[in-house]
């Protein structure tokens, strides 16, 4: 059983396209999270969601857009794709603030903009 | 610049070597995570200090927590192959849910 679960794992698109990202988790948690890692391997969070309230918004362009159905899926969608965009989105999950744990990674989403 | 800073960037060791990885902060840390990614795959969970002067072992990696709540280093012992990877040190700035990563070190080890 895989606690966090990403959708696809490997995505290719072309440029100015609009593409989903699944995520779900199965641990109960009640908060989760976007990361995303640069070329770089620089992580950086995106956005959170608390129960299905936005928590946590960074600086992203507004072509992205979080959606929580649910407490156990969190999912993003980008529109209009650009080459920038191209990166590992992460999905995380925590039960409550850090915790002893701190949070639950799925496994990745190696977004290609071509 | 970044908020966690890790050092070194990069790292080869041949097998049976000692390394120590350092995540640095000028703000007080609400809780310090390490975590191991292997080439293209997830985060897994190492260990999380709190406590100031704070340290924990699992197997041959350990990471301390200085008593300022600013600093932690992870030190593995007699390197192996299978610890190959990046590092990434994780912490919270304040009370709320966000956790900041360094940049990560990204570790070889050499047969």
């Known amino acids: 059983d895989t606690a966090v679960s990403q959708t696809p794992k490997y995505l290719v698109t072309q440029m100015g396209n609009d593409k989903s990202i699944k995520c779900e988790q199965n641990?109960?948690?009640?908060?989760m999270y976007w990361y995303k890692q640069d070329s770089k391997k620089f992580l950086k969070i995106m956005f959170s969601?608390?129960?299905?309230?936005?928590?946590i918004n960074e600086t992203v362009p507004n072509r992205f857009s979080p959606k929580s159905p649910d407490k156990a899926h969190l999912n993003l969608h980008i529109n209009s794709l650009e080459l920038g965009d191209s990166a590992v989105y992460f999905c995380?999950?925590?039960?409550?603030?850090?915790?002893?744990?701190?949070?639950?990674f799925g496994s990745g989403t190696r977004l290609t903009v071509v | 610049s970044q908020e966690l800073e890790q050092s070194p960037q990069s790292l080869i060791v041949q097998e049976g070597k000692n390394l120590t990885i350092n995540c640095t902060s000028s703000?007080?840390?609400?809780?310090l995570y390490w975590y191991k990614q292997k080439y293209g795959e997830g985060l897994i969970f190492l260990m999380m200090?709190?406590?100031?002067?704070e340290e924990k072992s699992h197997e041959k990696i350990t990471a301390k927590l200085d008593e300022k709540k600013q600093q932690s280093s992870l030190h593995i012992t007699a390197s192996q192959p299978s610890h190959a990877g990046i590092y990434l040190c994780?912490?919270?700035?304040?009370?709320?849910?966000?956790?900041?990563f360094g940049s990560g070190t990204r570790l070889l080890v050499r047969p």
């Open positions: 995380a999950s925590s039960q409550g603030p850090l915790g002893y744990y701190g949070y639950t």
């Open positions: 641990l109960g948690h009640d908060t």
């Open positions: 969601y608390n129960n299905k309230e936005l928590i």
């Open positions: 703000k007080t840390l609400y809780g």
């Open positions: 200090l709190q406590k100031g002067g």
């Open positions: 994780g912490a919270g700035m304040d009370s709320s849910y966000k956790l900041i």
